[in-house]
């Protein structure tokens, strides 16, 4: 249940580019549930997918990074623990065995017993190793990450945070960007988590993707800005945005609701 920054939140790693136009599928695209064989492509994936991606440049590239070995290993360390963790809870899902994967969190309120102690053993091998893998200023933009994220993540859900379902990683490979398979990934999400009446939220982390998110209906609810205050930081702010898909307004939360904006069926 943990995403690669091991933030209390969901931040979306969503690569640099999801290569989508208008969010539309150009053609029938099939989805299927990963299985354990796609985690290594799953992982190689991420790790192309979001090397221009300014999000991941701010937490791993720091005057003091450990050596760029190190670095890879504790990351595809991290996106392996992860990428096993969706497949075995059954909540990770594929295209083509692995040109495009997504990732989600159900709602806290439904986590069993299973859940919360396989979820509390992965964190806390990713914290510990952590401990010996980040930098000193890596470990303070990881903090900084978890206490913005934290805060706006409550202002957005409230007391229905345990209640939403977390859309947490969706990458598509390079080369196979443009097809539509981020979008049916997306979709298929959506699906589950309208069948249970829920809110999906996400946290983009990159401003570039908005705009795909938006064509499938989600909305803008509250941005996040990294490194605005970092002395040791010399590229632009990193901006985080988060939103939230709303399934049909009888079975939503009224927190969610715009009385302007929502329209029901006749």
Known sequence: MQDTTNSPGSTVHDGANLGISGGLQKRNVEVQRMQYEDVSTAVKIMEHAFE??????????????????????????????????????????TVNHGDAVVGYQPARSTWGIKTKILGFVIGSVILAKNLFTLSKEQKNRHQELREKHGKATEDVLG????????????????ARQGHGYASALVKKVLEIAADEGRITFLTSSNTKNNGFYESLGFVARKTITLGDENATWDKAPVVLTLMTHEPKPQVISSRFLDSESVKFDN
Request: no cysteine; aromatic share 14%; glycine share 0%.
């Open 52 to 93: 221009d991606d300014p999000f991941h440049d701010y937490l791993n590239h720091t005057p003091d990074s450990p050596p760029a070995a190190v670095s890879r290993f504790s990351r595809n360390f991290d996106a392996t623990l992860m990428w096993t963790d969706f497949t075995f809870s059954r909540q990770a899902w």
């Open 159 to 174: 007391n229905d945070a345990k209640e939403v379902i977390n859309l947490q990683i969706l990458a598509t490979a390079p």
